[in-house]
């Protein structure tokens, strides 16, 4: 529907989201190991033993001991550093870099890496209560992202954000315009796709569990739905300034001599 490219949001609170960019970077390293320098069979394997299968996770199936490498409990996190192929890890890359700097602003350091892996979880658990009996591994940042966009719109709704509208058109937006649409088709979808391979279920837990963390972990004195408009660089423009013209010099009259 559409991608977002730029916000210019400064940051109040913090120099430099420097938890965002771990995060990214982590995503991007795990992603070069396990899609390109490791055989596809261990790739296999390594989505077997750190992606999260809720029936692994329930008790309806066991993973073969040899694929164990973490604790069952542990999937809930270590599925979101893992994505199925360049595409996958670059969108949920690119909102988590666009988005994430100002929810880590609002929250500090060390209680956004929390919401992070706490929006991970919810989305992996709310995943599996869906689909309680799925032996497929879930991949991927969506849900963990999913809460960092919640978050977002309820911190800095009136925001213009760049975005790439239907992969073509470029157009500065209210953030609460598009993100409100991004959500509400998560909900559409998970009514209504119950075939397609994208886990549904997992952005829409992470978006709950975004919306109520943001309210408990925010800082103190952070505003919600922050009426502050703040506009790209790149469609500001200055009113032309209107100057009175200069009073012309004054002129030596000769006085008037009244009765001649």
Known sequence: MFIPLHDRN??????LQYVTITLIALNTLVWLFTGLLLPAAFADSGVLSLGFIPAVMFGSATL???????????TLLTYSFLHGDVWHLASNMLFLWVFGDNVEDALGHVKFLIFYMAC???GALFHGMIAPLSQNPLIGAS???AGVVAAYIMLHPKVRVWVL??????LPLPAFLPLILWIGQQFF?????HESNVSWGAHVGGILAGAVLVVILRRRGVPL???TIV???AVEHEAPVVTAPPAPPPQNRKPIHWGR
Do not use: Q, W, Y
Not at 64 to 74: R, S
Not at 165 to 170: E, Q, T
Not at 189 to 193: C, E, G, Q, R, V
């Open 10 to 15: 400064a940051l109040k609170h913090i120099r």
């Open 64 to 74: 073969d001991p040899a694929l164990v490498l973490v604790p069952e409990n542990a």
């Open 120 to 122: 991970a979880a919810a």
């Open 143 to 145: 849900g963990a992202v």
């Open 165 to 170: 509208v239907l992969f073509r058109f470029p």
């Open 189 to 193: 979808m998970l009514a209504t796709d």
């Open 225 to 227: 739905f922050d009426r």
């Open 231 to 233: 506009t790209p660089k």
